[in-house]
């Protein structure tokens, strides 16, 4: 068993690293294997919306040159899912928001059914609407989402800050240890996970 842990920020080392970390050590606690992906500093394009990966059925995006295929692969095998973002004016950081929607729209459907969970770091305010967008990757996409005992926050500019963050580091804990017993459990109940029951309707509110 095994789980992914994507790192967002360009800071490869940065406090978002810390608080993965600190989900990592708790998950590898419980037995689980852990292996920490960095987006690092690589040009990252958004979508280009140019849908050859739906009208091929290639599974992953047609734009081979940066990070998201690889993570992509990374993410399919894994059993679990944890995404890292630093908080950029309220939101997600962009250069992981353009990995984040090519990866969940041209290979969403191979995550689907694995726990997942996103983790944001600020300096002070915005960590709720950054925390919000992680989520909704995971909702569209089948991904049971992993609780805490709190939203998935840490607070602070430098990592020797985020390890003073006594509740937010906590969170990361309980967050893992969570993470590990949903792996267990839904590992332990594969057979029973409902697979594609239903052809997916899009209407696009027009009818
Ligand atoms: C472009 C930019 C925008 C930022 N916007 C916010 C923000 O809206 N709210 C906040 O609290 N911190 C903001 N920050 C600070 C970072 O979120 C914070 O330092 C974070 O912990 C950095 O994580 P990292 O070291 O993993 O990159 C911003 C930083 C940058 C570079």
Request: with cysteine; proline share 4%.
């Amino acid at each position: 068993m095994k789980v992914l842990l994507i790192n967002g920020s360009p800071r490869k080392n940065g406090c978002t690293f810390t608080a993965l970390t600190e989900v990592a050590g708790e998950i590898a606690a419980q037995g689980i294997e852990t292996e920490i992906f960095h987006i690092g500093n690589e040009p990252l394009r958004g979508c280009q919306a140019c849908g050859r990966c739906q009208k091929q059925k290639l599974n992953r995006c047609t734009f081979d040159d940066d990070p998201v295929n690889r993570c992509l692969a990374l993410a399919a095998q894994a059993d679990g899912l944890v995404v890292g973002s630093p908080v950029y004016f309220a939101g997600i950081n962009s250069a992981l928001g353009a990995l984040l929607d090519r990866m969940f729209y041209s290979g969403g459907g191979q995550l689907a059914y694995k726990p997942a969970c996103g983790v944001v770091s600020c300096r002070r305010g915005g960590a709720g609407s950054a925390f919000d967008r992680l989520n909704k990757y995971f909702t569209i996409s089948n991904m049971p989402v992993v609780p805490s005992q709190y939203w998935n926050a840490v607070h602070g500019n430098t990592p020797a800050e985020v390890r003073q963050d006594e509740e937010g580091l906590q969170i990361m804990r309980t967050l893992g240890r969570n993470m590990a017993w949903l792996v267990k459990s839904l590992t332990a109940a594969a057979d029973s996970a409902p697979r594609a029951a239903e052809k997916r309707a899009r209407t696009n509110f027009i009818r």
